[in-house]
């Protein structure tokens, strides 16, 4: 069990959250000097840089951009004295990749892994009713020990550089929302919740945890604000007379609050919206509520101008317009889990979500995109002397990203990898391990899965067993095949499908990835790779496919919109494959997905 609740930071009668977004000061630490010169008790900068938000893309120096190493950030905060004899915590949304925290020069916290929350217990520490000084050290290099996978070098002026296993670019920084939280002594801790669905009613079962001993009850609210359900006790069920399920593109969100009470006095108060929802797979079918849904929708990236991988409100409610607009229902949240707004959003617009831990880049690969795309490349990942190391980041973060997301009624699904090297034998236990935490710690028990790239062939993967649905990424007409030679493509392709079914695994197949890189400027008849027109035909040729085989039960193309990666010869300013280009403007492949999302019905091929 975490040391700390992942429950999402609210205001309510005994709780505080106070946001410090805003400006900080920043300041990277070029030569190494931060420990010498006592950084920790004031990094003495004058310049000022926004939290949330990645720090490369503000600035003009390329030293900056691709600076690698620790950047410290640092703002006064005052604690106030009202605060004083509840619990009080600095809450950090994500610091991208490990972070140390000071408050008035005296190290308070650590944290590794740079996607999900950590909380940082200040209650002995602050000076209440006065300013106190947080400082951050954040620290954004890749090993080949935590996720995501990559290694560090040094460059012949002494610079490091990142090398990453993955394809899309290491943004670093106070990436998500920080807050000051003020939670009582005696809280409630973590919340899990499950669902029964009776003809018209429901059940809703439920299991609170707490710290310190309380009395706890429930009430459940409709969107009207009219009592749905009541109950008491730490553990137990509410029961839904008529119960307003949650759909896909149809959500339905009751309120769920809990109290703490000693007697007569409220100990703590936390509310939350839920939607009642079932989730399960039935042979080849996923059932949302029973029924066979077909997935429709991206693979995303958290990323946009200026600020980066930086939680970028704005950007998301547009991300979110659009997908309604082309009548997708799901994404991936390739390839990490995102901001928590994000699934808030997901959950009241009634978006199925396979929700992503960062284990990517596990597969030893500069160039992972052609290796693993064209079936090249694998070595002998997960048979290094770090490979516990490396585990045990992974399990942290699927612990993490569990407990953060669990309640969210858009989340249908985990995708505990991406494209990993599940060809070596030694990825077997490594991967039996993942699965069976992420099981454990699942309340409902949801699907799981991972992202295999062209190795892992159904002749080679060693893992796919441990897949609740298989998830496909596959590019067939681009890393394989492209250009005039898509005829052989389309060949090659169907006979891959043909082995997949000649295993029959009675399981759903998603594709997970498949797409083709596309320049917005470009227009060529006859088409070309690299034209929106070459674009189509890779689409169209690979619908063909997947509309030929019934266990086929979901597409995500990648990618949504066009992203920022490492430089390089494969790569012109970041990944084209979008179906947007990164200011969230259609390319003509959007045109044609509408066409053909919205006349999919939900529970195609049912
Ligand atoms: N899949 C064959 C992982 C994504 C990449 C995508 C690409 C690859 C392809 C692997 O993170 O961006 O190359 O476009």
Redesign the pocket.
């Given at each position: 069990m975490l040391s700390y609740s992942m429950l999402y930071p609210v205001n309510s009668d005994r709780r505080t959250s106070l946001s410090l977004d805003g400006l900080w000061r920043f300041r990277l630490d070029f030569e190494q000097v931060s420990g010498k010169e006592n950084w920790k008790c004031g990094i003495k900068s004058d310049d000022l840089i926004p939290v949330p938000a990645s720090f490369q893309d503000f600035y003009t120096d390329k030293k900056i951009r691709e600076f690698t190493g620790d950047a410290w950030y640092e703002k006064d905060v005052t604690v106030p004295s009202s605060m004083k004899g509840s619990d009080v915590f600095l809450r950090f949304g994500a610091a991208t990749h490990r972070a140390e925290v000071y408050l008035n020069g005296e190290k308070v916290g650590e944290n590794e892994g740079g996607f999900l929350p950590f909380l940082v217990d200040i209650t002995e520490h602050a000076r209440y009713g006065e300013q106190n000084k947080i400082t951050v050290r954040v620290n954004n290099e890749l090993t080949e020990t935590n996720i995501p996978c990559g290694r560090t070098i040094t460059l012949s002026d002494g610079r490091k550089m990142t090398k990453p296993y993955?394809?899309?670019y290491n943004y670093s920084g106070l990436q998500r929302s920080v807050y000051l939280l003020s939670v009582p002594k005696r809280s409630i801790f973590d919340v899990d919740l499950s669902y029964e669905i009776n003809g018209r009613d429901a059940v809703v079962r439920y299991s609170i945890k707490t710290k310190g001993e309380g009395d706890i009850s429930l009430t459940l609210k409709d969107e009207e604000g009219n009592i749905a359900g009541l109950a008491n006790g730490k553990e137990g069920c509410l029961s839904v007379k008529d119960a307003h399920l949650w759909q896909v593109r149809s959500a339905y969100l009751y309120t769920l609050s809990i109290e703490m009470r000693d007697g007569d006095s409220l100990l703590d108060d936390y509310s939350m919206e839920i939607g009642i929802r079932t989730v399960e797979i039935k042979g080849e079918n996923i059932l949302i509520n029973g029924s066979p849904v077909y997935l429709k929708g991206f693979?995303k990236?958290e990323d946009s101008d200026i600020v980066g991988r930086g939680f970028n409100i704005g950007a998301m409610k547009r991300d979110f317009e659009l997908m309604k607009w082309i009548g997708a229902n799901s994404f991936r949240t390739?390839?990490y889990p995102y901001d928590e707004t994000i699934y808030r959003m997901a959950d009241r617009e009634g978006f199925m979500v396979i929700d992503e831990v960062p284990a990517?880049g596990l597969f030893e690969s500069l160039v992972?995109?052609?290796?693993?795309?064209?079936g090249k490349g694998a070595k002998s990942f997960f048979s290094k002397p770090t490979t516990p190391v490396l585990l045990k980041s992974h399990l942290k973060a699927v612990e993490e990203m569990i407990t953060r997301d669990k309640n969210h009624p858009s989340v249908i699904a985990w995708s505990l990898l991406?494209?990993p090297e599940s060809t070596d034998p030694n990825s077997v236990p490594y991967f039996e391990k993942v699965f069976s935490l992420a099981h454990d710690l699942d309340p409902e028990k949801r699907p799981r899965t991972f992202?295999m790239?062209?190795n892992s062939s159904p002749s080679r993967c060693r893992c796919h067993h441990l897949s609740d649905f298989i998830s496909l990424?596959?590019?067939y007409g681009?890393?394989i095949l492209g250009g005039n030679e898509i005829v052989d493509a389309e060949k090659k392709f169907i006979s891959e499908m043909e082995e997949w079914k000649n295993l029959n695994l009675n399981k759903p197949f998603i594709f997970t990835?498949y797409?083709a890189?596309t320049l917005s400027s470009e227009h060529k008849i006859p088409s070309v790779m690299w034209s929106q027109e070459y674009q189509d035909e890779v689409l169209q040729m690979l619908h063909r496919v997947f509309d030929s085989y019934g266990f086929v039960k979901g597409e995500q193309i990648?990618?949504f919109a066009d992203?920022q990666?490492t430089e390089g010869l494969?790569r012109v300013n970041g990944?084209k494959?979008g179906v947007f280009t990164r200011q969230r403007q259609p390319k003509d492949s959007a045109f044609l997905l509408k066409k053909r999302w919205e006349s999919l019905p939900l529970n195609y091929k049912a």
């Open positions: 993955f394809d899309f693979g990236h390739s390839h990517v992972n995109f052609l290796d693993a795309g064209t991406n494209e992202a790239e062209s990424n596959r590019y681009w890393y990835e797409g890189d990648w990618n992203f990666t494969m990944n494959k």
